[in-house]
């Protein structure tokens, strides 16, 4: 037996995730907050080059190990159905539009910065609920999910914490979106 790259996208996303959680964490501290992160509002600077970078890269940084797992737990396990069903270069653009969304509605709307994964995780729960359904159909596991992973976020909002439930609504709508916009290969 021999071991496969079976999921490009999820296993390169995850490889480059981990180089620069390594190297914020013994060489160059600060690299996560200064090139993977998004600014809240107010913080964007539009003249600065690096501040249109971020609005894709805040994905790849994490704050430290903790928070790094409880992304890529997920990611691991639910990336290699979607690039199944829809293809690596799918997922990757799915990746980089939610990405984006999360970012730019993040510097319009909510004062603190943005970093991680999070809504990415989100995106891919939402579209994994699309897998394995027929056209006008509207899969019973993806109303659950939607009650329960995004209500879960709603309810949470509330809370006083560093969490941004926000970019988990927002990925989990992009799930939803591209789900039932792009239907599986299988």
Known sequence: MKIKYNAPMTLTFTGICVIVLALNAFVLPGLSADWFS?????GFRA????????????VIGHAD???????FAFILLIGPILEAS?????????TVVTAFVTGVLNI????????????????MILLASFTNFGKGEIPLTFIL????????????????????????IIGGLCGSLFGFLKPSRR
């Open 86 to 94: 829809y293809g690596s270069v799918p997922i990757l653009l799915m």
């Open 47 to 58: 003249a600065d080059a690096t501040q249109y970078i971020r609005l894709f890269t805040h």
């Open 145 to 168: 999910v939607m009650v329960l992973y995004l209500g879960r976020e709603v309810l949470s909002s509330f809370q006083n914490n560093s969490v941004s439930e926000f970019a988990h």
């Open 108 to 123: 319009l709307l909510f004062p603190s910065g943005l970093l991680g994964a999070s809504g990415i995780v989100f995106m």
């Open 38 to 42: 998004v600014p809240g509002r107010g």
């Open 65 to 71: 190990l903790n928070h790094f797992l409880s992304n």
